[in-house]
Structures are given as structure tokens and as C-alpha cells.
């Protein structure tokens, strides 16, 4: 089921001076305003993976991940790990893009400036989003 996007009105923190020139102020309102519920053992934008632990075609079946230190894996295990960032650095994403300008250049949403984007830089990319200053360059907010 999808609904609109209802963003927090409680005040800021003084840890968050930026008031109105930060996109992920409002997240995720200035880049899109609905969002959908997944029903079930499902998740993602559109319901179409499995929850985290689960796997199968109903999501159904549990399954035990465990993260391993890169450092305990064999030489067959760390080139395997390799191979697969090397893929997705040539992967490009099927589903995400990235904006290549800010809300602003963007004439407040109304001219999109986004571009597509491998796997692994997605990856690079999501973590600096929400990792990095507010302002970068002058008074320019991306």
C-alpha cells in the first residue's frame, strides 16, 4: 500500500544549524513524496526483495548471514570478494540514479538533473549523501 510522505515538524536540535538549506532536511520529501508499504516477508521499492534474514520465493526461508573479517577469508575467498566489487563497479544500477546538481539548480525539482550510476559507486555515493557536509563549494548546497 502506498501513502504520501508526512515529514517530522518538531524543531531542530542545535546540532542541526542549517535550517532550510540542507536537502536531507526534509528527507525524503525534496525528491519524491510517496512512498509504499510492503506487506508480508517483503521489502524494497517495490516489494520485490525479502526481508533481511529471509530468502526464497515467498520470502519464507531464513537464512544466517555472517559478515567475516576480509582478514580470516583464503586466497579463493578474497579474489571471489574482489571479483564481485570489480563486477559491481562495471554493473550499472538498474534501478537508482544520482542527482548531478542541487535542489536549486534543479529549479526546485522542476528540471531534474540526475544521471545513472554503477552498483558500487551507488553504494560510495549513498554513504556520502548522508555522511557529508551540508555545504560544499561557497554557498552552494548539493
Known sequence: SCQDVIISSAPHGPQFPFIG???RE???SVFYNRTCHCSGNF???DCGNCRFGLGGPSCTERRM????????LSIPEKDKF??????GKHTVSADYVIPTGSYGQMNNGSTPMFR???IYDLFVWIHYYVSRDTLLGGTEVW
Open 82 to 87: 574482489l571479483a564481485y566489487l570489480t563486477l
Open 43 to 45: 521489502m524494497g521499492f
Open 65 to 72: 548471514l555472517v559478515r567475516r573479517n576480509i582478514f580470516d
Open 21 to 23: 538549506v540542507d536537502d
Open 26 to 28: 526534509s528527507w525524503p
Open 116 to 118: 545513472d550510476i554503477n
